[in-house]
């Protein structure tokens, strides 16, 4: 079982940045690719970008690249997806997940909420 809780959305203009964080409880968390994905109001839920499990490893959807940068930190059991340049088109509601098989992201948190205004 792993358990995953996003922190850090909230309200930024345009040109802003945030991070996000995403903790995670249980033991297979630093064996696990993590994602990060998005579903903005009235949109389905959009794949921003994963992680692999050592951390050397990346990779962004289109949208995002050269804007935002996914870390990692195992030792302590979180992952951070940092926002640069934001656009009002980034607004939405922000989630972690973790991979259990190839494209299978089985776990995921509640959501944080970032709105980028214009």
């Known amino acids: 079982q792993l358990q995953l809780v996003e922190s850090g959305g909230g309200l930024v203009q345009a040109g802003g940045s945030l991070r996000l964080s995403c903790a995670a409880s249980?033991?297979?968390?630093?064996?696990?690719?993590m994602g990060w994905f998005r579903q903005a109001p009235g949109k389905e839920r959009e794949f921003v970008g994963r992680?692999?499990?050592?951390?050397?490893?990346?990779y962004y959807a289109n949208s995002v690249k050269g804007r935002f940068t996914i870390s990692r930190d195992n030792a302590k059991n979180t992952v951070y997806l940092q926002m640069n340049s934001l656009t009002p088109e980034d607004t939405a509601v922000y989630y972690c997940?973790?991979?259990?098989?190839?494209?299978?992201?089985?776990?995921w948190g509640q959501g944080t909420q970032v709105t980028v205004s214009s």
């Open positions: 249980g033991r297979t968390f630093s064996s696990s690719t």
């Open positions: 992680i692999s499990w050592s951390g050397r490893s990346t």
């Open positions: 997940a973790a991979e259990v098989g190839v494209g299978d992201f089985a776990y």
